[in-house]
Structures are given as structure tokens and as C-alpha cells.
């Protein structure tokens, strides 16, 4: 159940697309109304966003794809590089945006496991060379990373580093994802959003989040594929 990078692109536009005239038929239901982010969910992205943004070195890692995990490198590369200039991790907060392919970062392992993420998404595990049954890059294992010293999301989020997940791309790929297992859209939205990793907040969307970051002094770095 594979995701190729070019389908699930023209697949994500194209449900949007239908849901803004005729209501998504993976979902059963208009897009505004599936969208589940009321004005007080919105309202506490945005204070958590600029409550958390510190330091007077700030960066927005867009994380579109999993792109052999680039979204989580690039994290750690900009805290190492700021270490090395002589900025202390409370002077800087980089934010990762896992949107698209790259959501299944901000799950846990139970929700891997279930939906067989590693193969939806084409994320294969370093050690064992199959699709990842695991989330490999939360507490990662000596051979996750390609350099043993780079650092999981737990480790970064210890650090000060922020990870928020796109809703809109949980809603389409949920929905999608229940519609080929035969299960109720909104239930597998639902355990979805359970799974989150702790400390990982929902935005809107990552659009939404990439550019509110932007708004709030952060860099722009694309980790995308």
C-alpha cells in the first residue's frame, strides 16, 4: 500500500480539490467540515508556536517527505552548527514541520506497526533493510541515523526543539488509508491523533505552520525530497 511520491502528491491535491466542490468521498464529508481544528484548537497552536519559539536564533524546517530522515537531520545539523559558533542551545529553537509523507515522524510505534507506515510511506528501517515497523528516529537505535551521534526527536525536544504535524495531511491520508482497510474514516483519524509522540503539536495545517513560523522570525530550510 505504497505511496509513490508523484501519486500521492496528485492524490492529496486531488482530495483536497474534490472535498472544496463535492465533499471527500474518502472522508464522506465536506473538507470544512472535516477539518478538526475548531477556533480555540487554532488559537492554542498559535500560543504554543510563539510561547516556544525562543532565542534569538530561530529556523522553520519544512519536512515534506521522509527523505531518509533529513527533516530530523537538519534539526540536529542546525543545533550543531550553532553549538560550534559558540550559540547555547537556550539562545536558538529550530521548529520542524512534518507535513505530506513526512507525518508518520510524529507518530508512535503502535500507530507503525498497525498501519504498516514504513510501507505506506516508503520508509524503510536502516538496521533490518524492510519497511520500518517502528517510528526508528523518536529513541533511535545504534544504526538509525547514518552517524551514530545524530540525535532522535526526543533528544532535540529535550533541547528545546520544536516538532509540530500537519492535520489537514493526517485527515487525507487517514482517510485514505481506512477506505483500503475498510474502516471508518474518522475512527482511524482519530487513533491517528491518539498516537501522536508526546510534545508533538497539531497545527492546522503545515502550510499553515511553515508560514506562522516565518511570521514569528524563523529561517526558512526545506528538508523536503
Not at 25 to 34: D, F, I, W
Not at 54 to 75: C, M, Q, Y
Not at 91 to 113: G, Q, S, Y
Not at 187 to 199: A, F, I, N, Q
Request: aromatic content about 10%; some cysteine; overall charge neutral.
Amino acid at each position: 500500500m505504497e505511496f509513490s511520491k508523484n501519486n500521492s502528491r496528485r492524490q492529496f491535491i486531488g482530495t483536497l480539490a474534490l472535498g472544496a466542490t463535492a465533499g471527500l468521498s474518502a472522508l464522506t464529508q465536506p473538507l470544512k467540515a472535516a477539518v478538526p481544528f475548531s477556533s480555540a484548537e487554532v488559537s492554542e497552536a498559535e500560543q504554543w508556536l510563539k510561547s516556544n519559539l525562543k532565542g534569538s536564533h530561530r529556523v522553520v524546517i519544512d519536512g515534506t517527505e521522509p527523505n531518509d530522515a533529513f527533516p530530523l537531520i537538519w534539526t540536529w545539523v542546525y543545533y550543531l552548527g550553532n553549538n560550534q559558533t559558540s550559540v547555547p542551545d537556550n539562545d536558538m529553537t529550530a521548529l520542524c514541520v512534518l507535513r505530506h509523507n513526512a507525518i508518520p515522524f510524529a507518530m508512535e510505534d503502535r500507530l507503525w506497526k498497525k498501519y504498516n507506515f514504513g510501507e505506506i510511506f516508503n520508509v524503510k528501517d536502516n538496521i533490518t533493510k524492510s519497511p520500518a515497523t517502528r517510528n526508528p528516529y523518536y529513541e533511535p537505535k545504534p544504526g538509525d541515523f547514518p552517524v551514530p551521534a545524530i540525535e532522535g526527536i526526543k533528544r532535540m525536544q529535550e533541547r528545546g526543539a520544536l516538532f509540530t504535524v500537519c492535520s489537514l495531511a493526517i485527515m487525507v491520508y487517514s482517510g485514505e488509508v481506512a477506505k483500503q482497510l475498510g474502516l471508518d474514516p474518522e475512527e482511524v483519524r482519530k487513533d491517528w491523533v491518539s498516537g501522536l509522540l508526546p510534545g508533538v503539536q497539531a497545527s492546522p495545517s503545515g502550510v499553515w505552520a511553515v508560514t506562522r513560523a516565518q511570521e514569528n522570525g524563523c529561517s526558512y530550510v526545506y528538508a523536503g525530497g
